[in-house]
């Protein structure tokens, strides 16, 4: 082809920007309807709102029920995400460097908590820590949400773990350096960032996980997911557009943070050196 | 025991295949040995066992007389350039240098770091490169700073597993002349692994080829082309023109063969008996198309094809048996027609003697 279609184009690439903008519509357009309601000043969530006020912001400061739930996500989020964290990356690493056979087996079994439907998880871990009487604990929820949050630093850990070449340690070996040394100064170094964002997905995970909380939280464990169900559940309480809009921003906060983390992977390209650039002309 | 690093019957195992099937050489202290043979010939795998990467089933290594099979790779003290280099990417050259003196292994203070880092850049031509990334050097930097990084710690042993393979030709003989020179002026013992015979007769000391997991022989570059021990050398270093024939009489230093219906003479060698099967070696150099000589040996034959190739005139002849001969003579005249029948000639004493170990060619050559 010469001569190509300059109108054919541009239409397909209008039709590409009406697509794209549309399904982002209507992935966002929820977002938004909540944070506007959050600033409404009636006690029903009624859009559009008929006034705007802060009521339902003071309302979260002042009810230490949503204080105390906010807390305890917190703390059961930050437990598991560095449990999640330290198990995921040495699950990853043990199977790229894996010879077995049963590799692909390993592999499949480490993910299965994500795909796990989360209700079958839930009833599994009630199941699991009834007895030992754990249910209503924050133990019991940080377990939980640490096997569920495996699959995820274990999928961010591999794909930056491809990109490292396994010759390299042993080469850092021969050049003095003992096995902890070279995975700490060779590949830690180049999976940082793999590891950072597994993290911060196994924090959000947790902070925002429902299902499991519903079964395990009981009246003594509530983290702000469960608060929040409890909310609609029995006050039908504006307070949860609020909390949403909150969760909206702090995650929003925690992806700007992983990106940020993540090295430039578009670097601007070497300038050529002499012996190159002699070659190539 | 004088030599600097003995291997001693070497094994490796990968299930039933055997990968090194008992390979012994030694090196002396201040050698280039060249490891050279086919892909599969256990060449990359002998490294590895000396480097640490990988543990025989079998066999010794010994630096200095000293046991080293069973040390980890990292207090071995042997430099290693790898296939492909090995760059740590996210480090600068100056830091990918500098890193075996960081380890504990080969810790120093500051001040010797800098000096050792800087002499090392200086004699690998790098000055100038030291904050650069891997990315961002050429394949002839990136080879450099791998074999600075390699030397920087005053390895025992320097490895080198076919460390210019990644080069372009031109770059590959500059380096090849490079590494002589290093070679030359830290006197460092070192193993260079490769595939490339042109390689292996120009940065060599002595060359040591293997051949499905086991030395074929060893020896320096000329020894290996003038008086190959087995048909398999004779074949991987250069061309060799072969034939086999029954010994039918030892006079004088000098024996007859007879090859069919042809009688050849050749250099004696001792050990051998009347009647016993001998093959016998030409080299293509050694072999004239139709320029008698006196006292040689002489064979009839076809001419199939001759090429000008400006230094030298090469043409094969098929004999009567349809064995092709090669010669390649210098100066080259004016090429040969196709289908001509014509003889030809080479001196008694080009004809080597290999012992045979089995039959390579008929023995029905026609007078």
Redesign the interface.
């Known amino acids: 082809m010469v001569t190509v279609d300059k109108e054919e184009m541009a239409s397909s690439g209008l039709f590409t920007k009406v697509a794209a903008a549309a399904v982002a519509a209507l992935l966002i357009s929820p977002i938004i309807v909540i944070s506007v309601l959050s600033f409404s000043e009636s006690r029903y969530l009624m859009f559009p709102p008929p006034g705007y006020s802060l009521r339902w912001y003071q309302n979260l400061i002042q009810d230490t029920s949503w204080r105390h739930a906010f807390l305890t996500s917190i703390e059961i989020a930050i437990p598991v995400m560095f449990l999640a964290t330290l198990l995921g990356t040495a699950a990853a690493i043990a199977l790229a460097r894996s010879q077995s056979r049963a590799k692909e087996l390993l592999i499949t079994l480490t993910l299965t908590p994500m795909i796990v439907p989360s209700i079958v998880t839930a009833v599994a871990a009630f199941l699991w820590f009834a007895p030992v009487h754990l249910v209503e604990t924050p133990i019991a929820l940080v377990f939980s949400h640490t096997a569920i949050a495996i699959p995820l630093v274990v999928l961010s850990v591999s794909a930056s773990l491809q990109g490292v ?1 396994q ?2 340690e ?10 902890f ?2 995975f700490r ?2 590949t830690l ?2 999976i940082r960032a793999g590891i950072l964002g597994g993290g911060l997905f196994a924090f959000i995970t947790s902070f925002d996980e429902p299902v499991i909380a519903l079964f395990i939280a009981g009246t003594k464990t509530v983290t702000l997911p469960k608060r929040m169900w409890d909310g609609i559940r029995y006050e039908i309480d504006p307070t949860v557009s609020a909390v949403s809009t909150i969760i909206v921003l702090f995650t929003l906060f925690l992806v700007v943070l992983a990106f940020h983390f993540s090295p430039r992977r578009t670097r601007t390209s ?2 050529a ?1 002499p ?2 650039g002699g ?1 190539q002309a | 025991m004088n030599a600097h690093l003995r291997i001693a019957n070497l094994v490796k195992r990968y299930g039933p295949t055997a990968a090194l099937d008992g390979v012994s050489f030694e090196v002396e202290p201040g050698e280039l040995k060249v490891l050279l043979g086919p892909s599969g010939s256990g060449k990359s795998t002998v490294l590895k066992c000396v480097a640490g990467l990988i543990s025989p089933t079998s066999g010794r290594i010994l630096l200095r007389g000293q046991d080293i099979t069973d040390i980890p790779i990292h207090q071995r003290k042997i430099g290693l350039v790898m296939q492909g280099y090995s760059l740590f990417p996210h480090m600068s050259a100056y830091d990918n240098v500098a890193f075996p003196l960081r380890t504990p292994m080969h810790r120093c203070g500051q001040k010797e770091l800098q000096k050792r880092v800087a002499q090392i850049f200086d004699l690998t031509g790098l000055t100038g490169l030291e904050g650069q990334r891997p990315s961002e050097l050429s394949g002839g930097e990136q080879q450099r700073v791998a074999l600075a990084r390699a030397l920087v710690f005053s390895p025992e042993v320097l490895l080198l597993d076919e460390p210019l393979a990644a080069l372009d030709r031109e770059l590959r003989e500059r380096m090849q002349d490079e590494i002589r020179r290093i070679h030359t002026t830290l006197g460092m013992t070192i193993i260079y692994v490769t595939h490339d015979q042109a390689e292996a007769m120009k940065v060599a000391d002595r060359i040591a080829i293997l051949n499905r997991g086991q030395v074929a022989q060893v020896g320096s570059a000329l020894e290996l082309y003038e008086s190959p021990s087995n048909e398999f050398v004779a074949r991987f270093l250069g061309g060799a023109n072969l034939l086999t024939g029954r010994v039918i009489s030892i006079l004088d230093g000098v024996i007859k063969v007879e090859v069919g219906k042809c009688e050849l003479r050749a250099p004696s060698v001792d050990g051998l008996c009347q009647d016993a099967l001998v093959t016998l070696l030409v080299r293509p150099e050694r072999v004239r198309v139709a320029v008698p000589e006196a006292d040689s040996n002489c064979l009839p034959g076809t001419i199939i094809n001759s090429t000008y190739l400006g230094s030298a005139l090469q043409t094969d002849v098929s004999l009567s048996d349809g064995t092709v001969w090669r010669s390649s003579m210098t100066p080259a005249r004016s090429s040969f027609k196709a289908g001509v029948t014509t003889n030809i000639h080479w001196q008694i004493e080009d004809t080597h003697i290999l012992p045979t170990q089995q039959s390579v060619n008929s023995l029905h050559l026609e007078a």
């Open positions: 070449d010759s390299l042993l080469c850092a070996r021969s050049l003095g350096a003992s096995p040394l070279a100064k060779i170094p180049q070497p300038p050196s012996e190159t070659r």
